[in-house]
C-alpha cells in the first residue's frame, strides 16, 4: 500500500478502535476519505494525528 495512505482496515488497526468508531470519526470530517481506482483510502497523516489525540484527550480524562 501506498505510504501517505492507509486502507480501511490499517488505519482501523492503528487506531486501536472499531469500525463503527472510525466510520464515525470519517463522518464527523475527522479524517478525510480518498477514492483512489477503486480503493478507498485515507491519509495516514490525518490518521497518525487523530491517534495523537486520542491519547491526549485519554490522558486528560475526556
Known sequence: MDKEFLSTQEAIDYLGISR????????????????????????????????KERKINRYRGR
Not at 470519517?26 to 490525518?46: D, M, N, P, Q, W
Open 20 to 51: 463503527q468508531g472510525f466510520y464515525s470519526l470519517v463522518e464527523r470530517g475527522k479524517i478525510t476519505k480518498v477514492k483512489k481506482g477503486s480503493a478507498v483510502l485515507y491519509f495516514r497523516c490525518e490518521i497518525e494525528k487523530q491517534k
